[in-house]
């Protein structure tokens, strides 16, 4: 919808995608969580003017979503692009004060992240049979590598055939926002990628893993395999690509990684989103206590 009395929020809009570069599935969210806000502004409250919304308009409409039914987590992240949008509005000197100040976001239970057991990912690769063909080897090889690196699958589906330097045993991903990060790989993988691509069909796109026909792979084949072969080594709800990001994780800070080297390899702009790992890694050393201490 085009919310014209509300030009901010264009000029918002291009911030984020020029200078901040968000991926356009971000700027998406924010464009539907404030033209979602602004008409509600426009049915409640006559459109009032940008310096004259106050936090009792805002907290009156998210009370409103809350008796909708609206999850704490989905207005937690709506309230985030209302403080981002005034925080703009603020820096541009279109306002001097923000409205957001008194407004507090709902507590949100965290679910500690579900990943495979390490017996269960040594079973999908040692014992599990992929088909064969190139077919079976492309999925084979996707999931290790999702696994081995903890990349997102956005950031697979992505990849080039450049961006692997074999002679550096190393990836370099493009992440959230455009942002670069080499990512360590096995020497093993690396000659396992580096057959894959010197056996991909005539004509292949340039993109690293590829179709039987040479086509790019696509997020609805790569989750429809992923939940496949999860599913024969493991009985956890959850089986997605971002599960296999999930274990990378959290096998890492099992085995004593250190907290700001998961961060980095996983991308993470704040060690807040990483710390989350922690807590599986408490859950285990309770588990090894109450199996191992005579007083547990």
Known sequence: MSIPQYSELQSFLDYLKFEKRYSQHTLLSYQNDLEQFFAYLASQFGSPALQDISNLFIRSWLAELKEEGMSSK???????????????????????????????????????????????????????????????????IVMLLLYSTGMRLSELIQLKESQLDAGHSQVKVLGKGNKERIIPVSGVLVEELKKYISEKPAGSAQNLFVTEKGKALQPRSVYAFVRHYLSLVTTIQKKSPHILRHSFATHLMNNGADLNAVKELLGHSSLAATQVYTHNTIEKLKEVFQKAHPKA
């Open 74 to 140: 989905t207005i937690n992240r709506k309230i985030s692009s209302l403080k981002s949008f005034f925080k703009y509005q603020l820096k541009t000197g279109t306002l001097s004060n923000t409205p957001m100040t008194t407004v507090t976001a709902p507590r949100v239970n965290k679910r500690l992240p579900s990943f495979v057991e390490e017996k269960d990912i040594a079973l999908l690769f040692e014992h599990v049979a992929f088909p064969e063909g190139w077919k079976g080897l492309t999925e084979r």
